[in-house]
């Protein structure tokens, strides 16, 4: 954990812990759904990453907007979704944030500035500078936060949406969670040159990295870059390292990684690092004991309320498609 353990705001320490919690249980509730075949197609637990979800969505305003991946249950948590609407939108049922019609790697939740995970690799990435150019045309003061992973960065729409939002000095922040691997492949061996901060940098757009199992530290990056965005200074990159302690997907058992690399992992993990530095603070075992418990009993409601739910009627799928509209003219 970053900085003196003893000069540490306790309290909001506590509060990313309490939210890294509710993405792991969640998470966890979700495995076991896909394990249980109630939860259908692909899933991507984020496992490992809480601490990227929860340093970055602190720092934004409620009207912030945010895009995530295929692997974003706990950025859309953390960002203000109900847990019992994002159970029943992964189980496809009646209640969820998309109707239960975008499952795992759709949901999408407007009220809450949650533009929609994507199941595309880098997709999000160009709307990201989309929705950024949106709020500059306007006048706005909020910003765009857009998560990716490693693999990202070897697809087109990486150089086009950083370009344009370099272009354009656009009031985004891009985060790219480095977990080393794109999907079952170790990213190093796919990718020239120096990484994704340096293709970013080459790009015109400052990037700073970060130990993303850090809570604290990347909560103070993110603060610290989402001050040049909303100053107006355009993009800002957060390359955050971090690794998730699942496969790829639900039915991904991982076999490429070696014991060694997994257990490496284990002291690296994010929620003990958190819980090893609130107990040095004096924070009760008891008490931090109560803040899993509540967030496993949350998710466990919101996983049996997703069983009971119906299933969405057959006549509104075609409803939520849009047909109409143009774009804006003189948008440059």
């Not at 720092?59 to 948590?77: E, N």
């Not at 995970?117 to 929705?131: F, H, R």
């Not at 604290?216 to 998730?244: E, K, S, Y």
Request: hydrophobic share 45%; charged share 20%.
């Amino acid at each position: 954990m970053s900085g003196d353990l003893q000069n540490i705001d306790v309290e909001g320490l506590r509060r990313h812990y309490r939210t890294m919690w509710r993405i792991r249980a969640l998470e966890q509730m979700a495995l076991k759904g896909f394990d249980e075949k109630l939860v259908l197609g692909a899933i991507h637990p984020s496992i490992g990453q809480e601490a990227v979800a929860a340093g970055v969505i602190t720092c934004l305003d409620r009207d912030d907007l945010l895009l995530s991946t295929h692997r974003g249950h706990g950025h859309t948590l953390a960002k203000g979704a109900s847990s019992a609407a994002m159970m029943r939108e992964l189980l496809g049922r009646e209640g969820g944030n998309c109707g239960g019609k975008g499952g795992s790697m759709h949901i999408a939740d407007f009220a809450i500035g949650m533009l929609g995970a994507n199941g595309v690799v880098a997709a999000n990435i160009v709307i990201a500078a989309g929705a950024a150019h949106a709020i500059k045309l306007r006048g706005e003061s909020r910003v765009v936060v857009c998560f990716f992973g490693d693999g990202a960065i070897n697809r087109g729409p990486f150089l086009e949406g950083l370009n344009w939002a370099a272009v354009f000095k656009l009031p985004v922040l891009f985060v790219c969670e480095d977990n080393g691997y794109a999907a079952t492949t170790r990213t190093a061996t796919m990718t020239a040159g120096g990484g994704p901060s340096v293709r970013a940098r080459a790009l015109g757009v400052a990037a700073e990295e970060v130990d993303g199992n850090d809570v604290l530290a990347v909560a103070d990056v993110t603060r610290r870059l989402l001050r040049d965005v909303r100053d107006g200074a355009g993009p800002r990159f957060l390359h955050a390292h971090t690794w998730r302690t699942t496969g790829h997907t639900g039915a991904d058992q991982a076999t490429y990684r070696s014991q060694t690399e997994v257990e490496a992992f284990r002291d690296a993990d994010p929620l003990k690092r958190a819980h090893e530095a609130l107990l040095v603070a004096g924070v009760a075992p008891a008490d931090l004991d109560a803040d899993r418990a509540a967030a496993e009993q949350e998710m466990l409601r919101a996983y049996d309320g997703a069983k009971l739910a119906a299933f969405p009627p057959a006549d509104i799928a075609f409803t939520d498609v849009q047909d109409v509209g143009s774009p804006l003219q003189g948008a440059y």
